[in-house]
């Protein structure tokens, strides 16, 4: 690669399926195994060649602004970082097209939602002209897949496919060794209204340069997270945190409390008579009196007292005494026995 | 044929106050006594002479407003509103200055977290320019007040006044009979900067009518009551349905099921093997099993099985399974055994 790359990370869908939590916060910025779900789609990134002087290119929607740049002007202060924002919300294709003054060169795109482990260093000496990251699975049905050819290249992508031939579903990374030939074939979608259920799919667009003659290769992930539901999260966060270097030693405040590992908790929370583990997760300023905690994450600011919690999910600012059970409970939500 | 009467509500505030449950619908939207707070303003309106010829001005905020648009194209399709959208939350003056083009002749104000009960026929023989109503509180320190002269106009609004004396607590509600004259001070008052931590205060506008010789008198009302807060929500649950909103002798949906009026049971949702009330709000499609509820207001669709809940407000399409307590829940959320 001669010129620096850039990394396109489209974030602006509603995450719908994370209710209540995405009521109040984009998706991205949900809490996971002691960071947010960006800080690991981020932080896979590390292995990209020259990643220091790669250009991030973050396509938001007004709504979530002030959130997003907020987070990366905290947490991400020095790197280079563009907001361009995608208000109609056409899909992914769309979320492309208005960045697309920002967009040349060699281009990595990661979906927001999309947590892989991957060594991306060999992209200094990729030859082809696109690389699709894939994953195989069991039962391909509900994902998007790719057809490839006995010499190893792509002939096309599959959006849920009928039968079970095709198992490498499409994971939501991609890489162009130019992105002028994706825009171009956005802009042949865009003009031939190429769309499903009001939405242009890249799928589509990828097709329309596989037939133009695109030389598409995939590349095989071993470890693919989904942070989609609250299911999947509480799943994606018990994998970060055993695969995680999580030291309950930071703990700064912690009395008479039982830490079963693994755990995250920031070091500014404080926790008093509780058992707090395996699998818990606990943000900034979160207090935590009298209570038994099992694969839970639980947002900044957040008081719990008295509270059996497993397999739960709480918001920022909640306030919850005197519970038992599973909970999803959203930004400042309140409970009192 | 004299002009008709314009009805502004701005509605552009957050509702921060009222979180959870406003992180996913505009205030005037949150479910109250068997309808919505919106509803209950409408309501308010009825008496004004001439009420169908009455035009409605809707400010609404830069985000959400989409949903009280549907709403009311779904609910008041025969009223006439005409919207304005408020960008910045820059105060009530902002509010009616971005909806100056609207308001032309003589207009009513009230503000959508306001429910006042007043019978605003007097309307039809007003002669003084300007209308403000009060009630009077036995303390008056932490309201605006009016204060009056001997021949009874009003001189000055006071924000939270030191002494006593001044005890007629403004509503939020005002009449004047030419809205380009509010227009007009409000100009003057953006002019000469007259604002308070970047929120310009309907009260100074007026003040600068007063300044400039407006003729307005107070009017008493019965009752004043406050949809802002939680508490305030659910105090004017229990009024609402203690003066008309009580439905429990309709043909409800009732399976081995005890009710303890006052209560406000959307004909469609489902209760069987529960105590219900008194003071209880159960809006549509919502599912009631095996649970006693009092003093709580219960979204659309939602789901509550095996509890006792008291003083709660639950969102639309919560989940609550085997929990007690006092909830205050937003949209979606869950809690489970």
């Given at each position: 690669?001669?010129?620096?790359?850039?990394?396109?990370?489209?974030?602006?869908?509603?995450?719908?399926?994370?209710?209540?939590?995405?009521?109040?916060?984009?998706?991205?910025?949900?809490?996971?195994?002691?960071q947010t779900v960006l800080d690991y789609v981020l932080?896979?990134?590390?292995?990209?060649?020259?990643?220091?002087?790669?250009?991030?290119?973050?396509?938001?929607?007004?709504?979530?602004?002030?959130?997003?740049?907020?987070?990366?002007?905290?947490?991400?202060?020095?790197?280079?970082?563009?907001?361009?924002?995608?208000?109609?919300?056409?899909?992914?294709?769309?979320?492309?097209?208005?960045?697309?003054?920002?967009?040349?060169?060699?281009?990595l795109v990661v979906f927001s939602d999309t947590?892989?482990?991957?060594?991306?260093?060999?992209?200094?000496?990729?030859?082809?002209?696109?690389?699709?990251?894939?994953?195989?699975?069991?039962?391909?049905?509900?994902?998007?897949?790719t057809v490839v050819d006995e010499n190893g290249w792509i002939t096309e992508l599959i959006e849920k496919p009928d039968d079970m031939s095709n198992n490498l579903a499409v994971v939501g990374c991609y890489y162009f060794k130019d992105a002028a030939t994706i825009l171009s074939a956005i802009e042949e979608q865009i003009e031939r209204e190429l769309y499903l259920k009001g939405e242009f799919f890249i799928a589509q667009a990828i097709n329309i340069l596989l037939k133009r003659g695109l030389k598409m290769r995939v590349e095989k992930v071993e470890t693919w997270l989904d942070a989609g539901t609250p299911e999947a999260l509480l799943e994606t966060n018990r994998f970060l945190l055993e695969a995680g270097d999580f030291s309950s030693d930071k703990l700064t405040s912690s009395e008479n409390t039982v830490i079963i590992p693994p755990v995250a908790i920031h070091p500014t929370a404080q926790v008093r008579d509780s058992v707090i583990g395996p699998n818990?997760?606990?943000?900034?300023?979160?207090?935590?009196?009298?209570?038994?905690?099992?694969?839970?994450?639980?947002?900044?600011?957040?008081?719990?007292?008295?509270?059996?919690?497993?397999?739960?999910?709480?918001?920022?600012?909640?306030?919850?005494?005197?519970?038992?059970?599973?909970?999803?409970?959203?930004?400042?939500?309140?409970?009192?026995? | 044929m004299p002009q008709p009467l314009k009805i502004v509500i701005p509605m552009a505030g957050y509702g921060s106050r009222l979180r959870p449950l406003t992180w996913s619908k505009p205030k005037p939207l949150v479910s109250l006594a068997g309808g919505t707070v919106l509803d209950q303003v409408l309501d308010m309106f009825h008496s004004v002479p001439d009420f169908d010829r009455a035009e409605f001005v809707f400010i609404l905020g830069p985000t959400m407003g989409e949903q009280i648009q549907d709403y009311v194209a779904q609910h008041y399709p025969d009223f006439h509103v005409d919207y304005a959208v408020q960008p910045e939350m820059k105060g009530q003056s902002d509010a009616?200055?971005?909806?100056?083009?609207?308001?032309?002749?003589?207009?009513?104000?009230?503000?959508?977290?306001?429910?006042?009960?007043?019978?605003?026929?007097?309307?039809?023989?007003?002669?003084?320019?300007?209308?403000?109503?009060?009630?009077?509180?036995?303390?008056?320190?932490?309201?605006?007040?009016?204060?009056?002269?001997?021949?009874?106009?009003?001189?000055?609004?006071?924000?939270?006044p030191n002494d006593m004396h001044n005890n007629l607590a403004l509503v939020g509600c005002y009449y004047f009979r030419e809205a380009e004259d509010l227009i007009s001070a409000i100009e003057?008052?953006?002019?000469?900067?007259?604002?308070?931590?970047?929120?310009?205060?309907?009260?100074?506008?007026?003040?600068?009518?007063?300044?400039?010789?407006?003729?307005?008198?107070?009017?008493?009302?019965?009752?004043?009551?406050?949809?802002?807060?939680?508490?305030?929500?659910?105090?004017?649950?229990?009024?609402?349905?203690?003066?008309?909103?009580?439905?429990?002798?309709?043909?409800?949906n009732l399976e081995d099921s005890v009710i303890i009026p006052p209560v406000v049971i959307h004909p469609t949702a489902r209760v069987s093997t529960s105590v219900i009330g008194p003071y209880v709000s159960v809006g549509e499609g919502a599912v009631i099993q095996g649970s006693t509820l009092k003093d709580s207001i219960i979204g659309q669709g939602a789901h509550i099985t095996n509890c006792m809940l008291e003083t709660s407000l639950v969102g639309h399409n919560a989940t609550l399974t085997g929990q007690s307590g006092q909830f205050n829940l937003g949209d979606n959320s869950w809690a489970v055994k």
């Open positions: 690669m001669d010129k620096s790359i850039k990394i396109l990370i489209p974030m602006g869908g509603y995450g719908t399926r994370l209710r209540p939590l995405t009521w109040s916060r984009p998706k991205p910025l949900v809490c996971l195994a002691g932080a896979t990134l590390d292995t990209v060649p020259q990643v220091d002087s790669a250009e991030f290119i973050f396509s938001i929607n007004a709504q979530i602004e002030d959130q997003i740049v907020h987070h990366v002007s905290r947490f991400y202060p020095d790197w280079q970082v563009q907001f361009p924002i995608d208000d109609a919300m056409r899909g992914q294709s769309d979320a492309f097209w208005q960045a697309k003054e920002h967009l040349e060169g060699p281009l947590i892989i482990e991957n060594d991306f260093s060999f992209l200094a000496d990729e030859t082809a002209d696109a690389v699709i990251w894939v994953k195989p699975v069991p039962d391909p049905r509900r994902f998007g897949v818990v997760s606990l943000d900034e300023n979160v207090t935590v009196e009298g209570c038994l905690l099992r694969d839970t994450i639980v947002g900044s600011g957040t008081t719990l007292s008295q509270s059996r919690l497993e397999h739960s999910l709480i918001g920022h600012n909640a306030t919850i005494t005197g519970q038992i059970g599973r909970f999803n409970l959203g930004d400042n939500c309140q409970t009192e026995p | 009616f200055w971005q909806a100056r083009e609207l308001l032309h002749g003589p207009m009513l104000m009230a503000f959508s977290d306001t429910l006042i009960g007043n019978d605003f026929s007097f309307l039809a023989e007003e002669t003084a320019e300007s209308v403000v109503l009060v009630k009077p509180v036995p303390d008056p320190r932490r309201f605006g007040v009016a204060e009056v002269n001997k021949e009874g106009w009003v001189t000055r609004l006071v924000e939270k003057e008052q953006i002019e000469r900067n007259i604002s308070l931590k970047d929120e310009y205060y309907l009260a100074d506008a007026v003040n600068i009518m007063l300044e400039r010789g407006l003729k307005m008198r107070t009017e008493n009302v019965e009752t004043w009551l406050d949809a802002g807060t939680s508490e305030a929500l659910l105090e004017t649950n229990r009024y609402m349905l203690d003066h008309g909103k009580d439905n429990s002798d309709a043909d409800l």
